[in-house]
């Protein structure tokens, strides 16, 4: 369950990325991109999330989870190709192996919905 | 009302990797090679390195280990069997090493005399995969007890390997270990790794295991030599 580390670190950035925008929270939505080669299982992200967010600015936020299937590019035939879950990291054109990834491990942080109060904060840009 | 959008775009283990790229720096300043050991609960981890450690400290090099558990400090005590520095770091709940963990087990080691530094993860086959801890070489271990089907069933994380060494042969014949099927499962899920078969009790594989990690040692040294 590395996953609840990864909820955490998640929190952390939400927070300085509201910060440094000059707003406060609460969050209302967390946008993120999780490829399917980076190891963190949408559904145990979506649970530890509940937990890590509770006490936060991201308290109640919903996180939008947006899943990165994998491709792999293959040297020999030249073709790109999408990746099975789990995945054999052969290419889906010629069959041959192929080690070169080149989508799929993704674990962005993308955006934030935050409640906009025009008349705390000022005019938008 | 509408929702304002903040757009951000990071890295979620940005933190993690910042650390792990501040340690890559200082090993290579201070020409220090580093291995991450991956592998399920009880593949047989502590026994292979201290193995291998011992043959290396024979060889003229400074080995040191860190090495990963949820609890106890009985395999940084089975390590330091080889004569060679270790640390335990104790995790708590944590499956996994993170890259801050190592950066401070390692403040009491004089790195600057060290060669070679074992980080011996935590027993998972899936949480350590994302964590960057500025290794040089991530290492697998995969005992012939466990079945040749465990690549294809944890094929993610073995892909971000860069050497497999198949550990407990002495065994296979026992379990019915199909070395060939199991070597080719390992090449599916990572294409063209080197993989080196071992026994840490018979001995086997254990000089071809640190003549292959001396080798990147040397390669990134005479690297390092060309650069200063």
Redesign the interface.
């Known amino acids: 369950?590395?996953e609840l580390?990864?909820a955490i670190?998640?929190i952390?950035?939400?927070m300085e990325?509201?910060q440094d925008?000059g707003?406060e929270g609460p969050v209302?939505?967390v946008r993120?991109r999780v490829g399917a080669?980076?190891?963190?299982v949408a559904e145990a992200l979506d649970f530890a999330w509940e937990t890590a967010a509770e006490g936060t600015i991201c308290e109640g936020a919903r996180l939008e989870i947006e899943q990165v299937p994998g491709r792999v590019r293959c040297e020999a035939c030249k073709s790109e190709t999408q990746l099975d879950d789990?995945?054999?990291?052969?290419c889906g054109n010629c069959g041959r192996?192929?080690?070169e990834?080149i989508a799929g491990k993704e674990?962005?942080?993308?955006?934030?919905?935050?409640?906009?109060r025009a008349e705390t904060y000022g005019t938008?840009e | 009302?509408?929702?304002?959008?903040?757009?951000?775009?990071?890295?979620?283990?940005?933190?993690?990797d910042e650390i792990a790229r501040a340690l890559r720096d200082r090993f290579a300043d201070l020409g220090v090679y580093v291995i991450n050991v991956v592998s399920s609960p009880g593949a047989g981890k502590t026994e292979l390195l201290t193995r291998v450690m011992k043959v290396l400290s024979e060889r003229g090099l400074t080995v040191a280990a860190v090495v990963g558990d949820l609890a106890t400090e009985n395999d940084a005590e089975r390590l330091a069997e080889s004569g060679c520095k270790a640390k335990q770091i104790l995790t708590g709940t944590?499956?996994?090493l993170?890259a801050d963990m190592v950066e401070q087990a390692i403040e009491e080691f004089d790195l600057e005399s060290v060669d070679l530094l074992f980080i011996e993860n935590v027993g998972n086959l899936?949480?350590?995969?994302?964590?960057d801890l500025g290794e040089d070489l991530r290492m697998l271990l995969f005992p012939s007890t466990e079945g040749e089907d465990k690549p294809?069933?944890y094929?993610?994380?073995i892909?971000t390997c860069d050497l497999v060494a198949l550990s407990k042969m002495d065994l296979a014949g026992p379990v019915e270990f199909d070395t060939q099927t199991a070597r080719a499962n390992c090449?599916?899920?990572?294409?063209?790794v080197p993989i080196v078969e071992t026994s840490a009790r018979t001995g086997e594989g254990i000089q071809k295991l640190a003549d292959l990690l001396a080798a990147q040692i040397e390669n990134k040294n005479s690297k390092r030599a060309q650069y200063l």
């Open positions: 369950m590395h580390s990864i670190s998640l952390d950035l939400a990325a509201v925008a707003l209302q939505v993120v080669l980076s190891g963190v789990p995945p054999t990291f052969a192996p192929t080690a990834i674990m962005d942080l993308m955006a934030l919905e935050l409640e906009d938008q | 009302m509408k929702p304002r959008i903040l757009e951000v775009r990071t890295k979620i283990l940005k933190k993690n944590m499956c996994h993170e899936v949480c350590p995969q994302g964590f294809l069933k094929p993610t994380l892909n090449e599916s899920a990572r294409p063209g």
